[in-house]
């Protein structure tokens, strides 16, 4: 639909967040019923016991597909509907343009690997952090929950199980993560507030907390923090698609390599590394940053953009 047609449905920025968290708060209830109903109607038990059947080992590659299903609604209803209320394409302003020179690609590979490092170091300096022990203990037992639906629905034991993975845990949400998280609301605290520092952390900020983990929350953080500059500079949702998906492809891999051995398994998902390699990992970023700033143009198509 060319943007003429839609010249009478442009709002504001302040209308267009409106809509945005409306539209996440009723994306999120239907996307939970219509994936727990598909879910029990094909196992042919009660809605009420879905949840739990999905936690079942047994069941991995159903619970995969069906966290899979939930995400895409979920995510991607507000991002279309912010991106229709938006003035112009509605493609281009989901973040769907052409990367501009392969460059980009090699900076933002290189800055995957250097923000594992960092959130690493992260997740490190978050347990050094005092806090209440009736806090503690709540946040290790949420961590201990996620922990547990993730190997559940990770159970992997054939390079089949580990294609679907990387389909379902980090292609799929890649895409839509970013285009609800960068393309949408990003974009959108931006245009609302001028100010794209305030855009990239806030929203990096419930990027983090929408994965509810206490001990990842820094880790997450820094993540959506680098996903956010990789989307200011570079205009396209591309580049931050690909260094998501990376992320998620490489804690797969790593799960996948250590199959079959617990204590493995729990080292694997820790994730932990030494404050020092955050310090390295901190300036390696900084530095990638920069030539990819000089790569994109961002100056020049910083200036070419209208909100």
């Given at each position: ?10 709002m504001?920025p ?6 945005f ?25 009660g ?48 973040g ?70 990387l ?19 990003q ?10 520092i ?97 790569d ?12």
């Amino acid at each position: 639909m060319r943007a003429i047609d839609r010249s009478l449905l442009h709002m504001s920025p302040a209308m267009r967040m409106a809509i945005f968290i409306g539209t996440t708060g009723i994306s999120l209830i239907l996307g939970a019923f219509v994936t727990f109903s598909l879910v029990a109607a094909y196992l042919h038990i009660g809605l009420a016991q879905t949840q739990f059947v999905l936690l079942q080992p047994g069941n991995a590659h159903i619970s995969l597909f069906a966290n899979a299903f939930a995400s895409i609604i979920s995510f991607l209803i507000p991002s279309i509907a912010v991106a229709f209320f938006t003035s112009g394409s509605v493609l281009k302003n989901m973040g769907f343009k052409s990367v501009a020179n392969f460059k980009l690609v090699n900076w933002v590979i290189l800055l995957a690997i250097a923000g594992l490092l960092l959130s690493g170091a992260m997740a490190t300096l978050t347990e050094l952090i005092p806090i209440p022990a009736t806090f503690k203990t709540w946040a290790m037992d949420l961590e201990e929950t996620y922990k547990k639906a993730m190997l559940a629905m990770t159970k992997m034991n054939s390079v089949f199980d580990l294609v679907i993975n990387l389909f379902a845990v980090a292609f799929l949400p890649a895409i839509v993560e970013e285009l609800y998280f960068r393309g949408a609301l990003q974009t959108t605290i931006k245009c609302w507030t001028g100010n794209y520092i305030i855009a990239i952390v806030v929203t990096s900020i419930i990027f983090s907390a929408f994965h509810f983990s206490y001990f990842g929350f820094l880790s997450r953080m820094v993540l959506g923090i680098i996903l956010g500059y990789i989307y200011e500079y570079t205009k396209t949702i591309w580049l931050p698609i690909l260094l998501h998906f990376i992320n998620n492809g490489i804690a797969i891999i790593a799960l996948y390599s250590v199959h079959g051995d617990p204590n493995k398994v729990n080292k694997v998902m820790d994730e932990n590394l030494p404050i020092y390699w955050g310090v390295i990992a901190g300036v390696a970023v900084v530095t990638i940053f920069v030539q990819l700033k000089k790569d994109a143009n961002y100056e020049g198509l910083d200036q070419s953009i209208q909100h």
